[in-house]
């Protein structure tokens, strides 16, 4: 097992990258791989005032939007486009609820995280390039990993509880 | 020889293990890498349904709710990290215990666990017995929590899946730990947790697993409270320090950041013992080398 460890000044990696996304999905990819084969009628909805607070109540978790993207599936259940705040940034997410309610799947649909994106910017990237006193690091790939003390999933887990709370104050109700 | 087909870069993230856990493929068929990615994702929800300190129907959550002395029999993965966590406290004496989960919910850094019966002071790792049809008898009250050796656990199954899966070159990241697939060469940037940093700590990879650790995110006006705990003192460890342990498996890689953050250079022959090294920033910056490899400092 070989692995090399260096420390590279910061004073060659001027903070300056602007804050960028890591897209993983696009809402019709989650919907593809978290419904394969299925069809998406979308039933978006736009909560009322009572139902934000009744929603708010039952899950113990802020309604930050009346807008609420959801399609019913062709084979049974739902699937919510929805996006919650992370500790600076947006997080966007998809949520799968099967027939009976109960979570199919979640996918993050972008990520944000500050230091690992300026690591991932190539700007950034570009100006240690050779700049190190011994062997220059092969940056023949993107420096895309990143090891650190674990960043909470609090965010998501919340947002599950309000989604699915919501779907059972108000998407369970509706008819076509 | 080179392929001509053009090669995919697949990433995906859940929350899982109370963390984003990413799984990044490299790979010409994109609805392979996808499958590939599916299932890996499932194993790792499986390791957490598990092994979860608070999931009501989890592997912990019976066996604390369990009478003292009672034989239960938990899940064959279950068992493998049971028997890991307490081959780790044998070989450290117990300052490796997975049993400190008490210490973090008397310092409010972890809720209670559902319906438990409240351990007994001084009960630790001894007092878990495993058989070999994997039954787990308590020998005392106490709270198992694998949340230190778990995870890592969750990227190694991964990590396999993928490659049963014909992928050949992958990384999976659970909030920091990290194993890749393929001989890269991979990079590495290790978080810290520092404000202002005078240097950024890279690694350069081939396969491997690394795992860092740091109290620092943690530090609050409660002197005592971190989220790691020496198993023999039941004190907090780590508070300003930074571990990053690169090893084979990232279930040791996890579980010694640990170790390496409450023993330092005693335990080297630990790391030696699992084919891995350590990389320790203390609270004043400096770094230094453990293990395996040495210091390639670039400045």
């Not at chain 1, 995280?113 to 190539?122: A, F, K, L």
């Not at chain 2, 044998?90 to 049993?99: E, K, N, W």
């Not at chain 2, 950041?257 to 390496?260: H, I, Q």
């Given at each position: 097992m070989k692995s090399r460890f260096l420390l590279i000044p910061a004073y060659a990696l001027v903070m300056s990258a602007p804050v960028q996304a890591t897209v993983y999905l696009s809402v019709e990819q989650a919907q593809a791989l978290m419904f394969p084969g299925a069809t998406f009628t979308p039933a978006f909805v736009t909560l009322?005032?009572?139902?934000?607070?009744?929603?708010?109540?039952?899950?113990?978790?802020?309604?930050?939007?009346?807008?609420?993207?959801?399609?019913?599936?062709?084979?049974?259940?739902?699937?919510?486009?929805?996006?919650?705040?992370?500790?600076?940034?947006?997080?966007?997410?998809?949520?799968a609820i099967d027939a009976n309610g109960t979570v199919k799947s979640v996918e993050i649909l972008e990520y944000r995280?500050?230091?690992?994106?300026?690591?991932?910017?190539?700007a950034w990237r570009a100006q240690f390039t050779g700049k190190t006193h011994d062997a220059p690091l092969k940056l023949n790939d993107d420096i895309k990993n990143l090891s650190g003390a674990t960043l909470s999933s609090r965010h998501i887990t919340d947002g599950v509880k309000r989604l699915l709370t919501t779907h059972a104050l108000v998407l369970a109700h509706q008819h076509d | 020889m080179l392929s001509c087909l053009p090669i995919n870069t697949i990433e995906r993230a859940r929350?899982?293990?109370?963390?984003?856990?990413?799984?990044?493929?490299?790979?010409?068929?994109?609805?392979?890498?996808?499958?590939?990615?599916?299932?890996?994702?499932?194993?790792?929800?499986?390791?957490?349904?598990?092994?979860?300190?608070?999931?009501?129907?989890?592997?912990?959550?019976?066996?604390?709710?369990?009478?003292?002395?009672?034989?239960v029999i938990v899940d064959a993965q279950t068992?493998?990290?049971?028997?890991?966590?307490?081959?780790?406290?044998?070989?450290?004496?117990?300052?490796?215990?997975?049993?400190?989960?008490?210490?973090?919910?008397?310092?409010?850094?972890?809720?209670?666990?559902?319906?438990?019966?409240?351990?007994?002071?001084?009960?630790?790792?001894?007092?878990?017995?495993?058989?070999?049809?994997?039954?787990?008898r308590l020998g005392q009250p106490l709270w198992v929590d694998l949340g230190g050796i778990a995870k890592g656990y969750a990227v190694d199954c991964a990590i396999d899946r993928l490659r049963a899966h014909g992928i050949e070159h992958a990384c999976v990241n659970a909030g920091g730990d990290l194993r890749t697939l393929g001989e890269g060469p991979h990079i590495i940037a290790i978080d810290t947790g520092e404000t202002a940093p005078s240097h950024r700590p890279l690694l350069e990879l081939g396969e491997a697993a690394v795992a860092t650790s740091s109290g620092r995110a943690h530090v609050t006006d409660d002197h005592r409270a971190s989220p790691h705990v020496h198993g023999l003192t039941r004190s907090s460890i780590g508070r300003h320090d930074c571990v990053t342990v690169v090893a084979p498996q990232c279930m040791h890689a996890d579980a010694l950041?640990?170790?390496?953050m409450a023993r330092g250079a005693a335990s080297v022959d630990?790391?030696?013992?699992?084919?891995?090294?350590?990389?320790?920033?203390?609270?004043?910056?400096?770094w230094s080398a453990l293990g395996q490899s040495s210091l390639g400092a670039a400045a």
């Open positions: 009322s005032s009572d139902q934000m607070k009744a929603i708010e109540q039952a899950s113990d978790v802020n309604v930050l939007s009346p807008n609420l993207k959801a399609w019913r599936v062709s084979s049974g259940g739902w699937f919510i486009a929805d996006q919650v705040v992370g500790k600076h940034e947006f997080i966007p997410f998809a949520l995280e500050t230091y690992g994106d300026q690591v991932r910017n190539p | 929350p899982l293990l109370g963390t984003t856990v990413t799984i990044r493929v490299q790979a010409a068929d994109a609805a392979l890498a996808h499958d590939a990615i599916s299932a890996a994702f499932a194993d790792i929800a499986r390791v957490h349904t598990l092994m979860s300190f608070h999931e009501p129907d989890s592997d912990l959550t019976r066996l604390h709710s369990a009478p003292v002395g009672a034989r068992a493998h990290v049971l028997r890991a966590a307490l081959a780790l406290s044998a070989l450290s004496d117990g300052v490796f215990d997975v049993t400190v989960a008490a210490q973090l919910v008397a310092w409010d850094l972890l809720p209670p666990p559902p319906g438990a019966i409240w351990p007994t002071p001084g009960a630790g790792w001894r007092d878990i017995h495993i058989d070999d049809d994997n039954g787990v950041t640990k170790l390496v630990l790391l030696e013992h699992f084919g891995a090294a350590a990389y320790c920033q203390d609270a004043h910056g400096n």
